[in-house]
């Protein structure tokens, strides 16, 4: 009797841990607004709070900076729009996956498996936390910059804790999760207003000749993108849902021509907000703009947009760990990760290895970089796979032509940004060159040695290696396999 209540218990929890699309039984529970909802929620993180310095420092000037803020979130709902193509004719979930299967066989699938897992997903969540990071540590040392130091153990800190609480509870983290989404909404309409209220009052100045200086080379636009796209991350997450939307063919585009331009008005207004009190150079030079735009306008309850910011990239790490650990386990499951990373803890019913797993590699990343070098590695790899998948879209049209496309957006549309993506990847390199970029695609590449060893050969000597590792780890963690695989 207690073995089948336990039986029953991982099952209940599998289903509940299941948030990433690889299940099969998602019920169509989410209409138009609950898909908007979810947009908006996922896109909008801790980007907005830290991308404006660096979109502001590549353009410099205000007139540009709003312009390559406005232009990403067309861009991101192109990519979306192709991306809602691709998830209505090819129903299979997991993401990118899928689909470069599809276009282009197991070798590509793989690599964007070792790269989102190994390098994507962990660096996200290190700028996040780096992020974090900055606002709670900036109050504390006024006028100037809070030590490397400090900034980075606190960012561990973070990452300690998050890891910790999706590891000991699921529905600990949804609580959290949703403690600190409500936050980052305050936030944001606590900023847009204030930024509302000061222009109407005529605090225009810093818009005066606002192309005035602006320095645009090709490299520095593209680095401004890959800032700004940064904020927009989550554009490419939408075909997740199709499965759990009712009459997807119809909500799944409106979600996506509603929701992404709501998130680009909001990020172009608290952009203007920042520059009805700052200038361009005072921006420039704040250690933290949300802070410094509280204590300006704000002031004496300043202290509210630090704490409501920090909440909200606390938030979007916690939710960064919770879908990545998800992934993690997926892919031990199909075998192309350590196995052990697919087991599920026996008392706490979640996948803790895995989540351990992606808090370790994110602790890394925080030791080496800085938030600017991270973001530009973390952008440099993803659109290298938003390019590969997109122009898979372009090559199915001609190849699987016997595909059904319930949602088949204009040829021109993925041709453009396929060529956008092209132009994202090599143009940083050309006028820039940077060790990282080098790095970056031996990394990649690098995901080719794996993969023949363990997943196409499958080498005796490595299974050798790989068997105790999972029995210690197995042992130490109290983890055991999945009863089922879920289909």
């Not at 099969?24 to 909802?37: D, V």
């Not at 801790?46 to 390559?68: H, Y």
């Not at 409501?308 to 790490?317: E, K, L, P, Q, R």
């Amino acid at each position: 009797m207690g073995d089948t209540g336990l039986r029953k218990r991982r099952e209940d929890e599998k289903s509940v841990q299941s948030q990433e699309p690889k299940t099969t039984t998602l019920q169509k529970e989410l209409g138009l607004i609950s898909g908007i909802c979810i947009i908006v929620g996922t896109i909008i993180g801790s980007g907005i709070f830290i991308s404006p310095k660096s979109v502001l420092s590549n353009t410099e000037a205000v007139g540009p900076c709003l312009i390559i803020w406005a232009v990403c979130g067309v861009l991101a709902m192109l990519g979306a729009l192709c991306f809602a193509e691709l998830g209505t004719m090819i129903t299979k979930s997991g993401g990118e996956y899928p689909y470069l299967m599809e276009a282009y066989g197991p070798i590509p699938a793989y690599l964007f498996s070792w790269v989102s897992l190994m390098v994507m997903k962990p660096s996200s969540f290190a700028i996040i936390s780096l992020s974090f990071s900055e606002y709670v540590c900036t109050p504390f040392y006024v006028g100037c910059r809070p030590p490397v130091i400090v900034v980075k153990c606190l960012a561990a800190a973070a990452i300690m804790f998050i890891t910790m609480v999706n590891s000991l509870s699921v529905r600990l983290g949804s609580y959290v999760q949703n403690i600190f989404t409500a936050a980052k909404l305050v936030i944001v309409a606590i900023i847009i207003i204030s930024g509302l209220v000061l222009l109407a009052q005529g605090n225009t100045k810093n818009f005066d000749n606002s192309f005035e200086g602006a320095q645009l080379s090709v490299g520095a636009i593209s680095l401004a993108f890959y800032n700004g796209l940064w904020a927009y991350d989550g554009w490419n997450q939408l075909n997740y849902i199709t499965e759990e939307l009712r009459n997807p063919y119809r909500n799944l585009p409106l979600a996506i021509i509603i929701g992404i331009p709501l998130v680009t008005v909001c990020y172009i207004l608290i952009n203007v907000s920042y520059f009805t009190v700052m200038t361009a150079t005072e921006l420039l030079q704040s250690q933290a703009v949300a802070v410094t735009f509280g204590d300006r306008v704000l002031y004496p309850a300043s202290w509210v947009v630090p704490l409501f910011v920090a909440f909200s990239t606390i938030g979007a790490a916690n939710g960064s760990c919770f879908t990545a650990g998800r992934l993690i386990y997926v892919a031990g499951r199909e075998g192309h990760m350590l196995k052990v990373l697919s087991y599920i803890s026996v008392k706490r019913l979640t996948p803790a290895p895995a989540i351990i797993f992606h808090g370790i590699i994110a602790t890394i990343y925080i030791i080496p970089g800085d938030i600017n070098s991270l973001v530009n590695y973390f952008s440099f790899a993803a659109w290298i796979f938003y390019g590969l998948t997109i122009l898979g879209l372009i090559v199915m049209r001609f190849t699987r032509k016997e595909l059904e496309r319930p949602i088949k957006v204009p040829i021109v549309i993925p041709v453009l940004v396929t060529c956008i993506s092209l132009f994202l990847i090599l143009a940083p390199i050309i006028s820039k060159p940077a060790w990282e970029y080098l790095y970056c695609v031996l990394f990649i590449l690098s995901g080719l040695i794996f993969y023949f060893l363990f997943v196409h050969y499958k080498f005796g000597w490595a299974q050798k290696i790989s068997k105790p590792i999972t029995m210690y780890l197995q042992m130490l963690m109290e983890v055991v396999p999945p009863e089922e695989d879920p289909e």
